[in-house]
Nanobody, 122 residues
């Protein structure tokens, strides 16, 4: 059974930092492109970042470029999202996802985690 378990969400003040982690099990992690999405209340789930199988290919949503960094450790079956200079508009539930085709559409993902709440206060 495939599991993606996110952690690291918290309440933080604007300008602060958080590091999210997503631990994967039940799949051959190095074979998957890993992605982070987020969903704020009343909004659709939106793409945040993705990282290729060995970590060389990376892309970000324009809204987080220069502030967020995605990385992965294939030895630990874990993907990370370092979030700096957080803004109130970053408040959302953050989800990690795994897929095999490069792209930003939520439908490209085979597996999803349950999400972790990030709240940024002004």
């Amino acid at each position: 059974q495939v599991q993606l378990v996110e952690s690291g969400g918290d309440l933080v003040q604007a300008g602060g930092s958080l590091r999210l982690s997503c631990a994967a099990s039940g799949l051959t992690f190095k074979n998957y492109i890993m992605r982070w999405f987020r969903q704020a209340p009343g909004n659709e789930r939106e793409f945040v970042a993705q990282i290729g199988r060995i970590g060389y290919s990376i892309s970000y949503a324009d809204s987080v470029k220069g502030r967020f960094t995605i990385s992965r450790d294939n030895g630990k079956n874990t993907v990370y999202l370092q979030m700096n200079s957080l803004k109130p508009e970053d408040t959302a539930v953050y989800y990690c996802a795994a897929g095999t085709i490069w792209g930003s559409a939520p439908t490209l993902n085979n597996y999803w985690g349950q999400g972790t709440q990030v709240t940024v206060s002004s």
